[in-house]
């Protein structure tokens, strides 16, 4: 009996260990779950617990912020700016590295993953310092010049894999009978690794709507939604306005996680372990 | 010689003639060429963008920097790096070296279990629902992670509301008196910094570790049980052994994500300055990046000698 | 009249020190059905990504219908290949993928549809032409190669252990069934396989190859009854290569020479002009229609002899452990090169 009860579901865990990981769990979303009460809050300069009362007016608050709305937008288009630039950068990369063998590969891989290895602020100060000394003053381009190069990885993890996996002979076959380079891209090898790099664009998108500490180096006096978001701990009056923002920023980002990980489900990991 | 029947081609199709095929015709007999058009873009942007960036970086570390005029020459010094060594630059390497390493091990320990129960336990939509668990808290936005735990942390908040619940203030109090963890509130705390970048960089040790668990063959556990392994032996015999690289691979990404931090230092603690928060006070209000550049150094070297040290305990394979 | 569809001269390709494939010379006529035979490793498959195109020669030339081939990629050459994974695109119907060589070279849709599914018909997966490859069985996905390849009308079909992942009844149907649709449409088909078995029932003439070069090109009546080499003989079908002092003795050179199991018989005394050696039976084997006996010899060499059952008395037949006096015909000898 008990061993046909394990083949059903698995070896069962000890109950110690099952408190532990949904322990962890429930540690890792506890935040998030604050995040989306206080948002509701009917208080306005302080973080008391139990909630004084629930409202949902600072939603309508936040709806009609200017320096919301323009923070949000100038996110968008960080993001959409580098994204493409990713897009491009990591299946050219990908279609270089995934088979042939060459000297110094090795080294260019390293070179993708360094943005991402090493601590935001070396990226962004090198960045910063390399901008000045060319003279060009931060704006919008710096900002997605540096976001690019981080999220360039996130396109090429993701369209690397798939192509390992894709059987060499499928574009064999397909030169057989009778297409070109160009042929084969278009009718074999787009179709192949079409959702590894909508996957891979996705997590750019996220990757860059998100990002802080480069950006603090790169964005001058332009404000993205982080940038915004940090600004605002510094000012205790205003917090249900950041407290919807808040929450409006986790869901953003949630839905395409969530649509990358369906992508590739059951093909690959999401590269989200270098993030 | 039969045709297929009812097939009447033309002649078998002759090969395209035109632009693309002469082009694909090039780029298929020179295919260094083409792997050269493959890869002149991407090495332009990161030869150009990052690694100029970078190697100019490390040029200005050796700038001077004049501290009457407030402006940077470019004379060749040594004068940043040994500037590293002075008590205060000292205390500021030592005290995020310590952080990061605490909370590498914080991570480790408290992400174990879970990688542990998601490899080798969850089953089915289970699997499913712990990997999204872990992915989604990992890509939610920083800033509001970290801006949530103020709230948290905060007096009046739910962790003080909690512990005066349970009658544990006193303990907390007295625990706030610890040097090296206390501060005046959880929220100024050594302790509370501590928890906040625990809390943001466990997903990162928590996947590479399920994925390096993932890789033992469940039978071999049974090998060891079949061998006579009470479950303790061979999980400290067996897994344990797997997956180390799996928590080597985690502990790069907490232990260097750490190092680099500057906004959660601000946001929660006690006053007293991470190498990250030199680098940006040291670049921006008072413009010396000669100084800032040598601090850059630091964590760039640590995380090199990590490295290395990381790729020869195996962790590169659990990535 | 028959002209040469591929000519291989002095073909090389080496991998760093492997020579996967070391001066490969041979021809191969138009409409025949022409085999490479060889244990794995042996080179015929890099010889056939050779001939398609695959692979380029270290050195040596290649010529398709009389044309130098060197250089020309895949795409411009008029042959096709049955991979021996199928390579089907897995993101495409069936009729897609047959359809998909007159798609690239610009037949509108609905005349190639049309003749995908002719095609189809053609190996009997009329019907099947809006399912995923993989919907089907290995059976019907290899159909679907070959399907896909001659819808091109290739003049040569190359064929990569084409039936290799198949079962074993599936298998023989499929090699009928291949061998007649060669015979119908006349199109020269390169085979490659490490099966004996297939490659002499199905073939006009066979290359056995083995490290890298081929040790004889013969149809394959004579590779069975006049191999050439040590390694044919034992290779093509089963063969008592016997050397050295026991040859010497038998014929008065140290040459080697092979006998057939089926050629051999037990005898009472050295008789006549046949060729005998004395030993003992060590092995006795019951294959249904056959046995076979093994006799240990001379020199510690075992000699095979086969017999169809119910041929000789079944009291007169020796038993295990027997002194046994093995005969055969002086003309059942065929002389090899020693080497291989
Ligand atoms: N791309 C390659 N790189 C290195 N060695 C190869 C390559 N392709 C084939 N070989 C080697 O060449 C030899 C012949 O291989 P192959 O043509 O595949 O033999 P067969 O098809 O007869 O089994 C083998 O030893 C194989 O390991
Ligand atoms: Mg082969």
């Known amino acids: 009996m008990r061993s046909e009860a394990r083949y059903e579901d698995g070896p069962r865990a000890p109950w110690w260990l099952k408190v532990l990981a949904y322990g962890g769990l429930l540690f890792l979303h506890f935040p998030i779950l604050m995040v989306g009460l206080y948002a509701f809050n009917t208080e306005e300069s302080a973080f008391s617990f139990p909630l004084k009362g629930l409202t949902l007016r600072w939603f309508q608050a936040a709806a009609e912020r200017e320096d919301v709305l323009g923070a949000i937008k100038l996110s968008l288009q960080v993001a959409v700016a580098s994204t493409a630039v990713a897009l491009v950068l990591g299946t050219l990369l990908a279609g270089a590295l995934y088979r042939r063998r060459f000297f110094g590969k090795e080294a260019i891989n390293l070179m993708v993953i360094l943005p991402i290895a090493l601590p935001g602020i070396i990226t962004g100060i090198a960045l910063l310092s390399a901008f000045r000394l060319a003279e060009v003053t931060p704006n919008f381009w710096t900002i997605a010049v540096g976001h690019a190069t981080f999220c360039v990885v996130m396109v090429y993890n993701n369209v690397v894999a798939r192509l390992r996996r894709m059987p060499h002979s499928l574009l064999e076959a397909s030169a057989d009978l009778g297409a070109d380079g160009f042929q084969t891209f278009r009718h074999v090898v787009m179709p192949q690794m079409a959702t590894a790099l909508l996957a891979g664009g996705i997590l750019a998108f996220a990757l860059s709507f998100d990002e802080l500490i480069v950006t603090t180096f790169t964005a001058g006096h332009e404000k993205t939604l982080p940038i915004w978001l940090l600004d605002q701990l510094g000012r205790p009056r205003d917090v249900p306005v950041t407290n919807v923002v808040a929450l409006w920023v986790m869901l953003i980002t949630a839905v395409p996680i969530l649509v990358a990980w369906r992508l590739t489900r059951g093909t690959e990991d999401v590269a989200g372990s270098s993030k | 010689m039969e045709t297929l029947p009812g097939v009447a081609l033309p002649a078998p199709a002759r090969p395209r003639a035109g632009v693309a095929r002469v082009v694909a015709n090039v780029l298929y007999r020179r295919s260094t060429l083409y792997l050269l058009l493959l890869l002149t873009p991407p090495l332009l942007w990161f030869g150009g963008v990052y690694l100029g960036s970078l190697l100019s970086l490390l040029v200005q ?143 990162y040790m928590i996947l590479p570790i399920q994925a390096a668990i993932e890789r033992v063959p469940g039978n071999l556990m049974q090998a060891a049980a079949d061998l006579g392994a009470r479950p303790t032996q061979s999980f400290r015999t067996v897994l344990l052994p797997l997956a180390f690289p799996g928590v080597v691979a985690g502990s790069i990404f907490t232990f260097s994500l750490t190092l680099g931090d500057y906004i959660i230092p601000q946001l929660v603690g006690p006053s007293g300055l991470f190498i990250g928060n030199m680098v940006y006070t040291m670049q921006g209000s008072i413009g010396n990046i000669p100084m800032a550049a040598s601090f850059t150094v630091v964590p760039i070297v640590i995380i090199g000698i990590y490295l290395t040290v990381a790729r020869k305990l195996g962790a590169f394979d659990a990535l | 009249m028959s002209s040469i569809a591929v000519e291989l001269k002095t073909v090389s390709r080496h991998y760093g020190a492997v020579k996967a494939v070391d001066g490969v010379s041979l021809s191969i006529q138009d409409g025949e059905f022409f085999s490479m035979l060889g244990p794995s490793g042996s080179g015929k498959t890099t010889c056939l990504r050779l001939i398609a195109g695959f692979e380029q020669p270290t050195s040596g030339s290649l010529l398709l219908h009389g044309q130098e081939a060197a250089g020309l990629p895949p795409y411009e050459r008029d042959v096709n290949t049955v991979f021996q994974d199928y390579a089907l695109f897995p993101h495409m119907s069936v009729l897609d993928n047959v359809a998909y060589g007159l798609m690239v070279k610009g037949v509108a849709k609905a005349t190639r549809h049309k003749e995908a599914e002719t095609a189809l018909e053609l190996v009997a997966l009329g019907g099947f032409g809006s399912r995923r490859p993989s919907q089907l069985s290995g059976g019907q996905r290899q159909r679907v190669a070959l399907a896909r390849a001659l819808i091109n009308k290739p003049r040569v079909l190359l064929l990569d252990e084409p039936l290799g992942a198949l079962d074993l009844k599936l298998r023989e149907q499929m090699q009928a069934e291949l061998k007649s649709l060669q015979r119908r449409l006349g199109i020269t088909f390169v085979y490659v396989t490490h099966d004996q078995g297939e490659a002499l029932s199905m073939s006009d003439r066979v290359a056995v190859f083995s490290q890298g070069r081929i040790e004889q090109v013969d149809t394959p009546r004579n590779l069975y009854t006049r191999p050439k080499t040590v390694f044919v003989a034992g290779f093509v079908g089963t063969a008592n290569v016997v050397s050295g002092e026991l040859a010497r003795r038998l014929t008065g050179s140290e040459r080697p020479f092979s006998v057939r199991p089926e050629h051999m018989r037990f005898a009472m005394s050295a008789e006549g002009n046949r060729v005998s050696v004395e030993g003992r039976l060590v092995e006795v084997q019951y294959h249904g229609a056959s046995s076979r006996y093994e006799v240990r010899v001379e020199g510690n060499q075992v000699l095979t002899l086969s017999m169809l059952n119910g041929e000789a008395d079944e009291a007169s037949l020796p038993r295990r452990g027997d002194t046994v006096r093995v005969a055969w015909a002086p003309e059942a000898m065929v002389q090899l090169e020693s080497g291989g």
């Open chain 2, 61 to 203: 570390s050796f700038y001077t920097f004049d501290d009457f005029t407030m402006g940077v020459t470019p004379e060749l010094t040594w004068a940043n790096y040994k500037a590293l060594l002075d008590a205060a630059n000292h205390d500021i390497i030592l005290r995020t070296l310590s952080m990061a390493g605490t909370v590498t091990v914080a991570s480790a320990v408290l992400g174990f279990p879970v990688a542990y129960y998601m490899a080798r336990y969850a089953t089915g939509w289970r699997k499913g629902f712990f990997y999204i668990a872990v992915m989604l808290p990992m890509w939610a936005s920083y800033i509001v992670k970290a801006y949530s735990w103020t709230v948290i942390l905060s007096k009046g908040g739910i962790i003080y509301w909690l512990v005066e619940r349970l009658y544990l203030l006193p303990a907390l109090e007295w625990a706030l008196t610890l040097p090296g963890v206390g501060g005046s509130s959880l929220s100024t705390s050594n302790l509370g910094r501590f928890l906040v970048f625990t809390y943001i960089w466990l997903p």
